[in-house]
């Protein structure tokens, strides 16, 4: 648990690399090998650099900091939870038309949200932006910035533990569940995982740094293990529900099912689960692996994306342009983050830029473990999102509610005057 929440779930993309049933070839997990650990390379000496500058600056342990000042009674969570569903109802409302007994009603008997939110939302014309979106843009960004902090304050710095944290944290996580619900989509429950696991990281570091003595136990890990296998559990209810209960394997991505793969031969409900997410979670880094291969096998590309703002100075550089080019079949997938950096920095600005970036995660990773700090707590959250999205997605700005709380974070941290 030591190297925190990037590490472990890098670890699990190297794992579905080589052990999702998929029929790609062996030179490109190896290629997608490559750029995984060179990333971990880089962020890893990023961070390592940004501790010990902080180890210089951390002596002695402080109280709590924070402007949102919350005590975990259950009448003020209360109180908080439904606050937050009136967001949430007011922000579900608008993206999907439906009442939350409605939503809740579909949601369990089987009839698929997520059609109904698609459908909503083209007949409206929501992709298209109006002022009448701006209200329920920033419900969604008031509502995320406080979950944020609450579970961060929670989590990480208040005296719960045990049930009594457990179910806490589940309480105040209802909200965005249910906001999820409306929806029919699963990136709200990743949200909740990822938060999760850097505030108890972050929590852990501290007992360690407080009492001189890991006190991350074994059944913490099978909490980490059974609390995946319940997200890994809705994640699959929601594709079944997407498809009537009724999935069938296709392969509108260049990689297919691989039925003689020994996990799909051997267990094969977690086969075909781990090829269900292969479409999120593998297809950025084989995206990653041909698109390396594709800049390498042509000089002139390669000597062009080592200068910055290609993507903007040239039309043929654009997220997935590989894509379109017909290079690969992509099908409905997420755009990796770090094509987006290299395409507008170039290969040397963009390792630049993710090294910078894990200089400061890695200051505040060490400054955390003796401040109590919210808003850094909650920076590290975005940052850890920012990290893990580079191989896979793009997490963070893709988010109009991450990107305004991302801001107001950093304002509540200027105006505290913390150095970072």
């Known amino acids: 648990m030591r190297f925190g929440p990037v590490y472990l779930f890098y670890f699990c993309l190297f794992l579905l690399i080589w052990i999702a049933p998929i029929d790609t070839s062996s030179f490109i997990k190896v290629v997608a090998s490559f750029i995984l650990i060179s990333l971990l390379v880089l962020i890893s000496i990023g961070k390592e650099k940004g501790r010990r500058l902080a180890t210089n600056q951390c002596s002695n342990y402080s109280s709590i ?63 298209i932006f109006s002022l009448s979106k701006i209200p329920p843009i920033l419900s969604l960004g008031v509502l995320k910035l406080t979950f944020v902090m609450t579970l961060s304050r929670l989590i990480a710095f208040s005296s719960e533990k045990g049930i009594r944290l457990i179910f806490k944290v589940l309480l105040v996580c209802i909200p965005i569940v249910l906001f999820s619900i409306y929806r029919g989509t699963s990136f709200e429950f990743f949200d909740i995982g990822i938060a999760v696991l850097c505030f108890y990281y ?28 319940i997200l890994l559990a809705i994640y699959n209810y929601n594709v079944q529900l997407r498809y009537d209960f009724n999935y069938r394997v296709s392969c509108s991505n260049e990689f297919c099912l691989d039925t003689d793969a020994l ?19 593998y297809f950025g880094l084989d995206y990653l692996a041909r698109f390396l291969i594709h800049v390498f096998d042509d000089l002139s590309i390669l000597v ?8 903007l100075l040239q039309s043929d550089f654009y997220p997935k342009f590989l894509c379109q080019e017909g290079v690969l079949r992509c099908g409905p997938t997420w755009s990796p983050r770090l ?66 709380s991302l801001l107001a974070i950093l304002l509540l941290i200027l105006l505290k005057k913390v150095k970072i």
């Open 65 to 127: 900091s924070s402007v949102f000042n919350f005590s975990f009674t259950y009448k003020n969570i209360a109180v908080f939870v439904a606050g937050q569903l009136i967001l949430v109802m007011y922000a579900g409302h608008y993206y999907t038309g439906l009442d939350p007994v409605s939503a809740v009603s579909m949601y369990f008997s089987g009839v698929a949200t997520y059609t109904n939110y698609q459908q909503w939302f083209s007949d409206n014309s929501l992709a």
């Open 263 to 281: 996990i799909y031969q051997a267990f094969p409900g977690i086969g075909m689960v781990l090829f269900k997410i292969t479409a999120y979670f």
């Open 202 to 229: 972050l929590r852990w570091q501290r007992n360690l740094s407080l009492y001189s003595a890991p006190r991350f136990r074994l059944k913490n890990y099978l909490y980490i293990f059974g609390f995946a296998s």
């Open 339 to 404: 094509e987006k950096e290299i395409l507008n920095l170039g290969f040397l600005l963009s390792s630049i830029l993710i090294m910078l970036v894990a200089i400061v995660y890695g200051f505040i990773e060490r400054k955390l473990s003796k401040t109590a700090d919210v808003e850094l707590a909650s920076l590290y959250f975005f940052m850890s999102l920012y990290l893990l999205s580079l191989p896979v997605g793009d997490f963070l700005f893709v988010s109009s509610a991450n990107v305004l």
């Open 304 to 311: 062009e994306l080592f200068l910055p703002f290609q993507g």
